[in-house]
């Protein structure tokens, strides 16, 4: 990627570690909430290929700094970059720079999201979130293209984009993950749950308490990290192949198309694609409701 002036340098948006047989990749822009842009997006991959590069690495944590994993896509901070020059590696596509409406968002969509999350789901090496405070909208898409999900207590979660008149993130992986019934609940309500809900709905592997997220995942990691390498490698793409035989990446395609069809309705109808939401809408519609839900 090429650099633009445009995006105010940050320093290291995402950091790399190695920890014995375990990788840390960490998202570095905890000011931000851990917000993703490209710049994020593509730091994120090149520390993924490290840690595949790496013959030592038999697993790969992905943690964010700060009280929070992630915020989600970048919709508002200095940094958020829409025309920044990406080396497509996700995709075969055109770049996004030099297009206009529905093509530059296509072309920048299917590969910083939708591709760049599909193509991290496939890392041949165990993958671990380790997901502390918010993780919404975006990071879910990060969290759910790894292979296991260890949160802290205080970890909350919600996509709701539904606001924006548009039907969930690029990623839709929402009824795998969740089923299709409690999918079709936190998208209509775009309600907070909690890491004890995700718990119990399968969606997250195990809740710990805050103090001890980091030990309890690097626990786990090191404890898969035991595992014959190639094993390990053979039975990730078993059990992806088989996700993919139940529909999920046909339903993610044809989830991508009604995804742009609402950006489209929204620039047609309003002032923007994103339905009038912003950075600071999006935060205060994720707020425990009155009753106290999330």
Same mark, same amino acid.
């Given at each position: 990627?090429?650099?633009?002036p445009?995006?105010?340098d940050e320093?290291? #948006?995402?950091?790399?570690?190695?920890?014995?047989?375990? $990788?840390?990749?960490t %998202?570095?822009?905890?000011?931000y909430?851990n917000a993703?842009?490209? #710049?994020?997006?593509? =730091?994120? @991959?090149?520390a993924?290929?490290?840690?595949v590069?790496d013959?030592?690495?038999?697993?790969?944590?992905?943690a964010?700094n700060g009280?929070h994993f992630s915020?989600g896509?970048d919709? *508002?901070?200095?940094?958020r @970059?829409h025309?920044?020059?990406?080396?497509?590696? =996700?995709?075969?596509? +055109?770049?996004?720079? @030099?297009r206009? *409406?529905?093509?530059?968002r296509?072309?920048?969509?299917?590969?910083?999201y939708? *591709?760049? &999350?599909?193509?991290w789901r496939?890392?041949?090496?165990?993958?671990?979130?380790?997901?502390?405070?918010? &993780?919404? $909208?975006? =990071?879910?898409m990060l969290? +759910?293209s &790894?292979?296991l999900i260890v949160a802290?207590?205080?970890?909350?979660?919600?996509?709701?984009v539904v606001?924006?008149?548009?039907?969930?993130v690029?990623?839709?992986?929402?009824? +795998?993950?969740?089923g299709?019934?409690?999918?079709?609940?936190?998208? !209509?309500? *775009?309600?907070?749950?909690t =890491?004890?809900q995700?718990?119990d709905w399968?969606?997250v592997?195990? #809740? #710990?308490p805050r103090a001890?997220?980091?030990?309890e995942?690097?626990?786990?990691a090191?404890?898969?990290?035991?595992?014959?390498q190639?094993g390990?490698?053979?039975a990730?793409?078993?059990v992806n192949q &088989?996700e993919?035989?139940m /529909?999920m990446r $046909?339903? %993610?395609?044809?989830?991508?198309?009604?995804?742009h !069809? $609402?950006h489209?309705h929204?620039a047609?109808v309003?002032?923007?694609?994103?339905? /009038?939401?912003?950075a600071?809408?999006m935060?205060?519609?994720?707020?425990?409701?009155?009753?106290?839900?999330r």
């Open positions: 990627m090429s650099p633009d445009t995006v105010p320093g290291e #948006v995402v950091t790399y570690e190695r920890r014995g047989p375990v $990788a840390l990749v %998202m570095n822009r905890p000011q909430r993703q842009n490209s #710049v994020m997006t593509y =730091a994120l @991959d090149a993924f290929t490290r840690a590069d013959t030592e690495v038999k697993s790969i944590v992905l964010g009280k915020a896509h919709i *508002g901070t200095p940094g @970059d025309h920044v020059h990406y080396d497509n590696r =996700a995709v075969l596509w +055109w770049d996004h720079v @030099d206009a *409406g529905g093509d530059q296509f072309a920048r969509e299917s590969e910083v939708l *591709g760049m &999350c599909r193509r496939e890392i041949p090496k165990p993958t671990v979130a380790m997901v502390q405070g918010a &993780c919404i $909208a975006g =990071a879910l969290v +759910w &790894c292979d802290a207590d205080d970890a909350f979660f919600s996509d709701p606001r924006m008149g548009i039907p969930g690029e990623y839709f992986a929402h009824p +795998w993950m969740l299709p019934r409690r999918a079709k609940e936190i998208l !209509f309500t *775009g309600d907070r749950f =890491a004890a995700a718990h399968g969606m592997n195990r #809740v #710990v001890d997220l980091e030990s995942t690097f626990a786990l090191e404890k898969i990290s035991a595992m014959p190639f390990l490698a053979l990730k793409k078993a &088989c993919d035989l /529909g $046909a339903g %993610m395609d044809s989830v991508f198309g009604l995804h !069809f $609402a489209a929204n047609e309003g002032a923007d694609s994103l339905g /009038g939401m912003d600071r809408s935060r205060e519609s994720a707020r425990p409701d009155q009753n106290g839900a």
